[in-house]
């Protein structure tokens, strides 16, 4: 279990920075972005509970793209940003390792036979 653990910690991290790219893309581009509907909704939302709704955004497997821009475009400081994005990320693929794995484990005899 601990190397499963492991493997969240480690994915979370990448995907933590992976995201900075999204991130100076809204810090740097402010007036480039479109701002739609959707994008109004979400960026009321960070802006209304800053690294608290990335952190919950991050947890939900979707194009997280739009979340890092609008992070950037709003300023949320860089470092709130990494560690909501690494602990939901980290969450997120922690628990899906764990449920591939249990899931191999359950498929695994019914295949062997």
Do not use: C, H
Request: net charge positive; aromatic share 12%; charged share 10%.
């Amino acid at each position: 279990m601990a190397g499963l653990i492991g493997i969240g910690l480690a994915g979370g991290l990448g995907a933590g920075i992976g995201e900075i790219a999204g991130y100076a893309l809204g810090y740097t581009g402010r007036g480039l972005v479109n701002k739609n509907e959707s994008y109004e909704r979400l960026s009321s939302r960070i802006k209304n509970k800053g690294a608290i709704a990335v952190f919950f955004l991050s947890i939900v497997p979707f194009a997280f793209d739009v979340v890092a821009i609008a992070a950037g475009v709003l300023r949320i400081p860089l470092w709130q940003f990494i560690l909501a994005v690494w602990a939901g990320r980290t969450i997120l693929y922690t628990v899906s390792v764990v449920v591939l794995i249990r899931g191999w484990d359950a498929i695994l005899p019914f295949i062997s036979n």
